[in-house]
């Protein structure tokens, strides 16, 4: 008689250990992953003078990252389906925080190779897109195999928090890391690279040892345990089967996942548009390196605690699209308002508001794709997602180095990318998403939202 109250404490238990065991260290990750991923935002306080980049160049060359990204995504989230996520991820870890560090000697490359600082600079981001591809839509499916839907925006959250949180820690360390000017004969851009990509390769070795590919494989869990996540997991892939099943190709080129990639395009374009300026946006209040890094902090800061109490929020609701629509209704309207004021504390209150809304946005909007997509389909639609999004990470920022090359000013770029992710809001909007999907088996009410 007491069975059902025996099932909730094995499965609180259960989601409680892993949690524990497996979100802290991939938060560790990807805090690595990202800052390694955009501390060039900071290096550029220096690095442009001493290379000869213009705004336009910088921005190219930060965006070039995502242009390699999207050619190799889709192939790599495949591949880590197939060697499991525990030797892939350290491998992916190992190239990024190689290139990460050659960073720093792009003069010394340039000269022996007897090509220009700046075609040198955009080589190494684009062998950086590279080795990255597939870290982050393979953390995402990679928590489709430990956790129940009915969780999923709360653990993304989680897990994505690092991204503000890299700013939030990194953005004050990264203009420390500047004031090491000329100590060893480096400049300080170029101590900020080495000392940054250092923890990539050590976690490399960490991760080959330390994750766990399936929850068939975690010797950590007690066996009762194992075998509850392992039912719920097979009822719920049966569940999005029997809703609808898709091939490889036919994941990557369904229209639901091709209007979510283009959401994804308008949050990552609000993201990575504002971010890789960031610094020097506030850099121009008339601030030190140090100061300045402390500054670009607080929007992180509101963009953290967005990030959890949403996803938290949308998972107590079980409503996504709404969410998403709203957070973007936040984000495109904080960026629009930040060009409208000059006054720097005003500037920067919008953009936190702006910070709220994009990654409140995050969480809960991977929720819509893992909420019908399955074992290989989910692996190459997720990947298609994100590397179809994320080149906003090249539009964003080269569009408003372009822009500011030429005006003189970061409004027009701010506002075009204000409008981008207005666009993500009016599409998913017009989406359905039934949440019968992210239900238990045999739980789910019969309602979309």
Request: charged share 15%; with cysteine; glycine share 10%.
């Amino acid at each position: 008689m007491n069975t059902p109250m025996n099932h909730s404490e094995l499965e609180a238990r259960t989601v409680r250990k892993v949690t524990a065991r497996l979100i802290p260290f991939l938060i560790v990750c990807y805090f690595v992953a990202y800052l390694d991923r955009v501390n060039v935002g900071f290096a550029a306080l220096m690095m442009n003078q001493d290379l000869g980049l213009t705004a336009s160049m910088y921005g190219f060359g930060a965006g070039v990252f995502f242009l390699s990204y999207f050619f190799f995504e889709v192939p790599s989230n495949l591949l880590l389906d197939r060697f499991g996520a525990r030797k892939w991820i350290a491998r992916i870890m190992f190239t990024w925080g190689v290139l990460s560090g050659m960073m720093a000697f792009i003069p010394n490359l340039a000269a022996a190779s007897g090509f220009g600082n700046a075609p040198v600079f955009y080589s190494l981001r684009a062998l950086l897109g590279i080795a990255e591809a597939g870290f982050f839509p393979g953390i995402i499916f990679y928590l489709t195999l430990w956790f129940p839907a009915v969780y999923r925006a709360r653990i993304i959250g989680y897990f994505m928090a690092a991204i503000p949180l890299s700013s939030v820690i990194g953005a004050p360390v990264s203009g420390l890391l500047l004031e090491l000017h000329g100590w060893a004969g480096l400049a300080g851009w170029q101590w900020l690279f080495i000392i940054e990509a250092t923890p990539a390769v050590l976690l490399s070795v960490v991760t080959f040892y330390y994750l766990t590919d399936r929850p068939r494989d975690a010797t950590w869990l007690a066996e009762d345990e194992r075998a509850w996540l392992a039912d719920r997991l097979a009822a719920e892939e049966k569940q999005r089967k029997q809703a609808a099943h898709f091939s490889v190709v036919a994941a990557m080129f369904n229209p639901r996942v091709l209007a979510l990639a283009l959401v994804y395009f308008g949050i990552a374009g609000s993201n990575y548009g504002v971010g890789f300026f960031l610094p020097q946006i506030v850099k121009n209040f008339g601030l030190s390196n140090a100061v300045t890094g402390l500054v670009t902090a607080i929007p992180y800061v509101v963009g953290t605690v967005g990030m959890i109490w949403y996803g938290r929020r949308s998972d107590r609701t079980m409503e996504r699209r709404k969410h998403v629509a709203v957070a973007l209704a936040i984000a495109s309207g904080g960026i629009a308002i930040s060009t409208l004021l000059e006054n720097p504390a005003l500037k920067m209150l919008a953009l936190s508001v702006s910070a709220f809304g994009v990654f409140a946005a995050l969480p809960v909007f991977w929720t819509l794709p893992t909420a019908f997509l399955s074992g290989s389909s989910a692996a190459a639609g997720i990947a298609a997602i994100n590397s179809i999004g994320n080149l906003s990470g090249f539009g964003g920022p080269y569009a408003m180095g372009w822009i500011k090359d030429r005006t003189g000013s970061y409004t027009g770029g701010l506002l075009v990318v204000a409008g981008v992710a207005a666009l993500a809001l009016g599409i998913v909007l017009a989406l359905r998403h039934d949440s019968r999907l992210e239900r238990p088996p045999g739980a789910a009410p019969d309602q979309t939202n």
